[in-house]
């Protein structure tokens, strides 16, 4: 049976939006437009706890939230030939990203998929893995300098964006990228905050429209690109010799057997860039926040690297970085009783569905023994499902518990302030006001 609206609920929404699931009612979803913006995740938990694992907003076009782990397996996998990527969401990332891998839309996605996956197999993780200890040698070694005198206070959000970035830089175009590690950090920032505050504006400006959030942005856009020209640049100094083993992602971009041309090229490095350092940075800064509260877990961590890997899981659980996944769908679809109309927009935050009681007990624990058995098939999606599954997965599963594991075996990583955090629900889900914590050696 498909669900009808009942006498609550108006014909449609708009002129001609058919209502096919529960949902609040416009007054209500006005009075919380602040905190949509502001504070997003309440208002999803909030809308879920009332309407249900299948809400459909009121607005005069089709859009709804998907949070029950069967539903959402549906969006990302069963039907994921009726679902595309034109999304509000995906469209404006393109702005800063360009069609790359995340973006493209099945046609353009498809052949690319096939042609990089190579390059994240094995091999690449193993580059990587190097990448990693290499780059921990020198923060173990800053540290060190930091605390010559004593425990010292940092920002473990800012250290672990600096520290992701320097080994995406590394693993994925082979070179150093500490000394522009600041300056691509601030402009993927501008950038990716330029993007998030567009998609929140109803009435953006054309981006040729000089407002200041506009010059804003391009600037930060243009910074970036001159970025990866000078990672270019580099590289046609140094080619592959033939036949040589690939030294990292960059070569495999460059040696497709049919070549990607300079704009692809630019959107595969800065896709790169946008995905591979935030979203592993993000999860790490809330994997300390978690720990910080359990001090026997925290020893744990830095003595056993099962555990270490089931810390970084569990983290990715409460707190997944991409928070929200959105699809276009292409044809009608029915999932969990409603029907989806071609044309709507389909949220699924990982967020809610991670926090569901059909596939969790005690939800809101932080519980990283959950993940002994391994992990679920469903009901546990931080990197997406389906054929758009994250195809830096096993990087991040390799490169996130070998940080948490090392740094916990080597310092002392305690919170300065108990108590929540505030959530900014961005690009990924960050401490609104950074996250500061006592760095001290461990005896
Ligand atoms: C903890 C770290 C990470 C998280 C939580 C994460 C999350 C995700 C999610 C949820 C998707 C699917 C989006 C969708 O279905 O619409 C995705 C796709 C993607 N991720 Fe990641 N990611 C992480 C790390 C990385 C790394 C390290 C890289 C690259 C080095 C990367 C590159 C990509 C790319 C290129 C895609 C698009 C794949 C495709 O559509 O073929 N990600 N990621």
């Known amino acids: 049976m498909v669900w009808q609206p009942t006498s609550d609920y108006p014909k449609r929404y708009g002129w001609k939006t058919p209502i096919t699931a529960p949902g609040p009612n ?3 979803m006005i009075r919380h437009m ?18 249900g694992d299948v809400v459909q907003f009121p607005i005069p076009w089709p859009v709804y939230i998907v949070s029950s782990p069967s539903g959402a397996r549906d969006v990302l996998v069963n039907f994921n030939r009726d679902m595309g990527k034109r999304t509000l969401q995906y469209t404006t990332l393109s702005l800063v990203t360009g069609f790359g891998l995340l973006t493209a839309d099945t046609a353009e996605w498809k052949p690319r998929r096939r042609a990089m996956q190579p ?5 690449l993780i193993a580059l990587t893995q190097s990448r990693v200890d290499e780059e921990l040698a020198t923060l173990h070694a800053q540290w060190m300098e930091l605390t010559s005198e004593g425990p010292a206070i940092i920002d473990i959000d800012q250290a672990m964006m600096e520290l992701a970035l320097r080994i995406t830089g590394a693993a994925l175009f082979g070179i150093n990228l500490e000394d522009d590690a600041r300056e691509i950090t601030e402009a993927t920032l501008v950038a990716l905050h330029g993007v998030i505050a567009r998609a929140q504006n109803p009435l953006p400006f054309p981006l040729a429209v000089p407002t200041p959030a506009n010059v804003r942005m391009n600037k930060a856009v243009k910074r970036l690109d001159r970025a990866v020209q000078s990672i270019l640049d580099m590289r046609e100094k140094n080619m592959l010799p033939e036949g040589a083993p690939i030294r990292d992602m960059l070569d495999v971009l460059l040696d497709l057997d049919e070549p990607l041309t300079a704009q692809q090229l630019r959107d595969e490095i800065v896709t790169f860039i946008v995905a591979g350092h935030e979203t592993v940075a993000s999860a790490l800064t809330w994997s300390w926040q978690l720990l910080g509260e359990q001090p026997l877990l925290r020893e744990q961590a830095g003595s056993d690297r099962t555990f270490a890997g089931q810390v970084f899981d569990e983290t990715l659980r409460l707190y997944p970085p991409a928070w929200v996944i959105t699809r276009r769908a292409l044809n009608d679809v029915e999932i969990e009783g409603h029907l989806i109309p071609a044309g709507a927009m389909v949220i699924v935050s990982p967020w809610l569905v991670h926090r ?4 969790w007990q005690t939800p809101l624990d932080f519980m990283p023994s959950r993940f002994d058995a391994g992990v679920p098939q469903l009901g546990y999606i931080p990197f997406g499902a389906g054929p758009r599954l994250c195809i830096g997965r096993e990087m991040a599963r390799m490169e996130g518990p070998s940080i948490i594991y090392e740094l916990s075996s080597k310092w002392n990583i305690e919170p300065v302030v108990s108590g929540d955090v505030a959530i900014d629900a961005s690009v990924t889900l960050r401490p609104k006001h950074g996250l500061p914590m006592r760095v001290s050696r461990r005896a």
Request: proline share 10%; net charge negative.
């Open 119 to 123: 390059a994240f197999h094995k091999e």
């Open 356 to 359: 569901h009681p059909d596939a």
């Open 34 to 51: 602040r905190a949509i913006q502001n504070d997003p995740l309440p208002y999803l938990e909030k809308v879920w706890r009332e309407h």
């Open 26 to 28: 416009g007054g209500d």
